[in-house]
């Protein structure tokens, strides 16, 4: 089973600044991988960032990391030099590493950058 | 690369159509799709599991009389709403990934997502 949350429905961040997006998973499946999902107004997924069970380092892509503690089961998004255009809605999911392929996702959490 | 083609973007008809909504991998061959709906301000829950030249997998609680997929080809998907009713309204996303990578890194692609609004 696998059951992802992230607690903040909401947030705000000033442009040029980082924001921490905040996610926590439970699942009983040994290995697995994580995956951030940004949504824009108009709905279509983009593929952000993935950290793998098994990764020793957190993750990195452009201004997206992954903050992975896996001891505490969290997978929290680092954006750093927000910019207007990461206003969106953003999801955290997972995916066993063998058997099902789909994701399971969070509930998302929007967020806002202010000028 | 990895585009994912969902047709049509956005639909609006009476109750009682039924409506055909296509998921197609542009460039890559995908023997699994994945259907999603999404309600306002929710997450995306899974619907079913299409898998090409046979049946698909439904989740616990989606109608498989209500919501058909056909996965005729390695490159395309389709899921029909028949005879829809208002509470069928939603957005319906689908995604895939490329056949042979199985390693769990290889992200979904997803579709740009079809509107669904019943009358």
């Known amino acids: 089973a696998q059951k992802i949350t992230q607690t903040q429905p909401g947030m705000f961040v000033q442009e040029k600044e980082a924001v921490t997006l905040d996610c926590t998973y439970d699942?009983?499946?040994?290995?697995?991988?994580l995956f951030w999902y940004k949504q824009p107004s108009s709905g279509e997924m983009i593929f952000l960032i993935y950290?793998?069970?098994?990764?020793?380092q957190n993750a990195t892509e452009g201004r997206y990391s992954l903050n992975f503690q896996k001891a505490r089961k969290s997978a929290n998004l680092v954006i750093s030099a927000s910019q207007l255009g990461d206003s969106a809605m953003y999801f955290c999911?997972?995916?066993?590493?063998?058997?099902?392929?789909?994701?399971?996702f969070g509930t998302g959490t929007r967020l806002t950058v202010i000028p | 690369g990895a585009v994912v083609s969902q047709h049509p973007s956005w639909v609006i008809c009476k109750s009682g159509t039924s409506v055909k909504i296509e998921c197609r991998s542009l460039?890559?061959?995908?023997?699994?799709m994945f259907w999603y709906r999404q309600f306002p301000k929710q997450s995306l829950m899974l619907m079913a599991t299409?898998?090409?030249?046979?049946?698909?997998?439904?989740e616990q609680g989606v109608e498989k009389d209500k919501f058909l997929i056909n996965h005729a080809s390695l490159t395309l998907s389709t899921l029909t709403v028949t005879s829809a009713h208002p509470e069928d309204s939603s957005f319906y996303i689908c995604?895939?990934?490329?056949?042979?990578?199985?390693?769990?890194?290889?992200?979904?692609?997803f579709g740009d997502g079809t509107r669904l609004s019943i009358l």
């Open positions: 950290q793998g069970s098994y990764d020793q």
């Open positions: 460039d890559f061959q995908a023997t699994t």
């Open positions: 699942t009983s499946d040994p290995s697995y991988g």
């Open positions: 999911a997972t995916r066993p590493l063998t058997g099902a392929n789909n994701l399971f």
């Open positions: 995604s895939a990934s490329r056949t042979g990578f199985t390693k769990s890194n290889q992200p979904q692609h």
């Open positions: 299409s898998n090409e030249g046979s049946k698909a997998t439904y």
